[in-house]
């Protein structure tokens, strides 16, 4: 499944790119491509080398002073029955579960070396290495769900924003990112059962050996897309050599033009306002808010004094395994570079090509019948796709001065209770060489369009 929604990212983007222009110039999609494999490597994956590094090296002193095994036996009864295929006392359950807490803190990008860590933990256990197992498609789906307690990134959006009362976004990010993790939650264990889901004997390949898988012929379906899109791009390379003025009759005749035009509108788009002096926001902070944050920020220095402590106690030679630890973040980080530029050069060809506009425009009537605001489509259509770009759209809800309180509102619940689906499945499962998915993309985009309805509904109810 991943693999034919790479290939449509790819090729509806470089189809909308000919017939609206954008091969080349600072917003083609030559130029964004090439953007983004910078980005995919320098400012992605080498920095979250760092964090690996120190996260497992963290993680060794943590199972060398026994902290672990206490952590996993404290939750033991809540994962043994999310995850009957890890034996309670596996380093997996322990790491699954540091991810998790580390999600619900709100720590954001401190989550995601603990999740590489426990998705590599449950490789151990997974018999067909390519596959994905049950547990991996449940952690991974409860990881898009994203529970968190306190949606700090979305209260600084706000508070930057000038939105007065940031910390009523609290609650309904809470109660939303529930009712994400259940649905995700159900939808993984329901479906695993189901013969499409299953694994097949062809999937028996370890994880070191060569892949030997025939290519079959496609099928009559795939096919026709295919040359759909072919003649579709020819008409576009067709615009692309004949004068400008064709192009426009030709977008103009479509009803294209209004995608343009919406192009050029967020081009324009004020950018989000600084964020108000340090001093300003803490005496306007409540003092219970003080202290959620104060918390927050004391989680990782205290769990280091913990881990220390208890690590010199039992006579831990404790810098010697944080180094044995941390050796293992660069690799780690290296593998999931291909991923990290596979998947990201495609959602930036999608996006800059006008795809993504197109998309919106196609269902603005159908999101208006039942009632979900079209001033939230492109945060619903960019959420799973990339955080850069979510932010930038919350952003701009934010601060265009003509929304209202409820849709602000409305949009920072949608970002904290949603997750980018495609980077997460991206990183985690390349980490570890998995190439069928399974049901883990429908049950992270399930998640994602229940917290979307529920964001809607939540903020209409306590902001409408």
């Not at 990881?143 to 007065?164: E, M, Q, R």
């Not at 097949?200 to 898988?213: F, G, L």
Request: no cysteine.
């Amino acid at each position: 499944m991943l693999n034919l929604i790479w290939a449509l990212l790819l090729l509806t983007g470089l189809v909308a790119a000919a017939w609206f222009g954008r091969f080349s110039g600072d917003n083609g999609v030559t130029a964004a491509a090439l953007a983004m494999t910078e980005t995919a490597v320098m400012r992605i994956a080498l920095p979250l080398a760092g964090m690996m590094m120190f996260w497992l090296g963290v993680m060794r002193l943590m199972e060398k002073a026994g902290l672990l095994e206490a952590a996993a036996r404290l939750v033991a009864p809540v994962m043994r029955r999310l995850f009957p295929d890890v034996p309670a006392n596996h380093p997996a359950m322990s790491a699954m579960i540091l991810n998790l807490s580390a999600n619900m803190l709100g720590l954001g990008n401190s989550a995601t070396p603990l999740g590489l860590k426990a998705m590599n933990h449950l490789q151990e256990l997974n018999p067909h290495k390519q596959t994905a197992s049950n547990a991996m498609v449940t952690f991974l789906a409860m990881n898009t769900a994203a529970f968190t307690l306190l949606p700090s990134s979305v209260i600084n959006y706000l508070t930057a924003a000038g939105v007065k009362g940031a910390h009523q976004v609290i609650v309904p990010t809470i109660l939303a990112t529930a009712g994400t993790t259940l649905t995700a939650i159900l939808v993984a264990r329901g479906l695993q059962g189901l013969p499409i889901f299953r694994s097949r004997p062809d999937d028996e390949a370890t994880s070191n050996a060569e892949t030997t898988d025939t290519p079959r012929p496609a099928g009559r379906k795939t096919r026709l897309l295919t040359g759909l899109l072919l003649l579709l791009f020819g008409a576009g390379v067709v615009l692309e050599l004949s004068p400008p003025t064709l192009r426009e009759r030709v977008l103009a005749g479509t009803g294209l033009t209004r995608v343009l035009e919406a192009s050029e509108q967020r081009a324009q788009a004020a950018p989000a306002t600084a964020a108000p002096d340090a001093e300003t926001i803490a005496e306007a902070t409540p003092a219970w808010r003080r202290v959620m944050n104060a918390a927050s920020g004391a989680a990782i220095p205290l769990l280091l004094v913990v881990t220390l402590t208890a690590g010199l106690t039992r006579g831990v030679k404790v810098y010697e395994e944080f180094v044995e630890g941390a050796k293992e973040g660069f690799a780690m980080a290296t593998r999931i570079m291909p991923f990290l530029v596979a998947m990201l050069v495609a959602l930036a060809i999608f996006r800059s090509s006008g795809a993504l506009l197109i998309l919106e425009m196609l269902l603005a009537p159908l999101l208006s019948l039942i009632g979900f605001p079209v001033e939230l489509l492109p945060m619903a259509l960019m959420r799973p796709l990339s955080g850069s770009g979510s932010v930038g759209v919350l952003n701009e809800i934010l601060t265009r001065p003509e929304a209202g309180e409820t849709l602000k509102f409305t949009a920072a619940i949608m970002f904290g209770s949603t997750e980018t689906t495609f980077y997460v499945l991206a990183v985690y499962f390349g980490s570890v060489g998995v190439r069928k998915i399974r049901h883990a993309i429908v049950a992270g985009l399930t998640a994602d369009v229940v917290g979307m309805m529920l964001s809607v509904l939540i903020g209409r109810l306590m902001f409408g």
